[in-house]
């Protein structure tokens, strides 16, 4: 099986910062509710992994991913340690976090997708799967933390853009499979994807674009 | 793999009614915490459907209807989408919310241990299997929200009633694989139990018919 | 399979005794929020196995032993009736149950770890798991009151002693998988372990030796 945004060392190299990227916020808020060391870890490595473990489980592929590959899970762990010494600075990046976590949200979600396409799943069940994938991690962090998940309470767009850039993922694999998109266009589309979702998040954030909630009715 | 009450139109579109009903339920619960439509559409999701996810996780049927089923899962959006709109009119229908909830609690009682029985699990396990299809998307929702699960603050009967119906669909089912009971007598006693279901509910939420509590012992 | 500690009447019987006091602790927790019967044999039951429930989900070996075994099964429901009836005398047994506590968690992980290594899993993916079947119980418990999970708010030593635990255990089978130890050696060992894990749980209570938090830095 190989995923078109694992194909290469600097596609790689994204991923683990990504992961890397989702763990230090992960531990992040694990520093900021003083909680210790070994929570921190927990909390770091769920938060990076744990979109990825929820959709093996539902895949059944497994071990999942989030606890059988040595480079993710050390990875994961490592930005749990570098929280407890950085969180000062991490605090800081307001921007460059929002960035590189609404990259992980798309790479996640593209990645995800991709596997679910690959293993047979459907469009519907395989966009599902990269939305779990995108959103698992965060969600199980929240959970732990007990706070309400952050699609949930971020009123700006954030399971939006993932459902997007899953959506348009199945079609990039449906063409793949028909054989009218060759591997190199495969890789650019699933880049362009990438950009959309982190643009897409971005803007919302910037511009403070926010999904309407449920209809206000005074006639009932 | 046929399950009794899905083998016709019009159980059918009793499961659907009660996909539908448990999603609005859900969405009503994002709807009154100001949640967004997303929020809305998630957790209409997670309630209809969330169960059934469960059981089939744990039942190793991958991937799970519940994401996997393009009807049921267009009829669990169709009902967070509905909530956003119609949320006054369903916050009104206490009673007739309160029946319909208890029939999908009886449905999925019925079809999630049939559904683990026809996969050649134990009787206990199958009803351990049934009552996380009956109770699994309550308790996902609440989750999700940071309530406590309504089986356990709901001081009326409601994990009771899924129990017993849980345990009445063994009996029918092991009847059934002993060629003691044929189709029709299935069917007919599988809607007795949903009926049961419904009834013991109702009658604990009207009479306020509670299960007691620790036993209050001042003597110690 | 068999499990080392598995292996006779007496291991047996502590590990039964590990599920029941579990249970207890479970249970009590759902006392002293008032909740009904039916709460706690679930916060009962999912807090003695649902560590166990997770580790058989994530391995894919299906169904779970805390739903199909009935020794365990019965167990676990049977604590959550004592607690119903002796939470007052529980509720005083604060060292022995710590004890207990301490001796389940030691107990799980080794017995979590040595499956998944029998199952054929990594070292590194089987200490996930031994922990897992080890801290689950109390995670699934914990987010099921809406609490933040033990080994996130204990600031003793909760999750340390676990990992230790369970890396300790993968060298024990990676012995016996070597034919360097033979059956007696590993039942030896898997015995000094669970000693090792409730003696360093001890300890860091009565002396409240804790974990350091994140890197206090004015000078940022």
Redo the contacts between chains.
Sequence with gaps: MELALESNAFFMGVEYLAVFCCGLMGGLC??RK???????L??AWLTALGGG?VRD????S???VG??D?GF?ITALVSGLA???F???VDKLKWSMLTIDALSVGLFAVNGTSKAMILG??G??SV??GMITALGGG?VRD???????M??RD?HW???PSAVGSVLTVFVCKGVQARVLNFNAEVALDVSIVVLVVVMRLLSVKFNI??????V?HE?
């Design positions: 694990a520093v003083n909680y210790d060391l070994i929570a921190m927990i909390t473990i489980i539902v895949l059944g497994l071990p999942p606890i059988a040595k899970v929280v407890a010494v969180h000062p600075e799943m459907s519907m069940t599902f799967l969600l959970m732990l933390l007990n706070d309400v998940p699609f949930i009123k954030y399971a939006i926010t999904m309407p909630g449920a209809m009715r009932v």
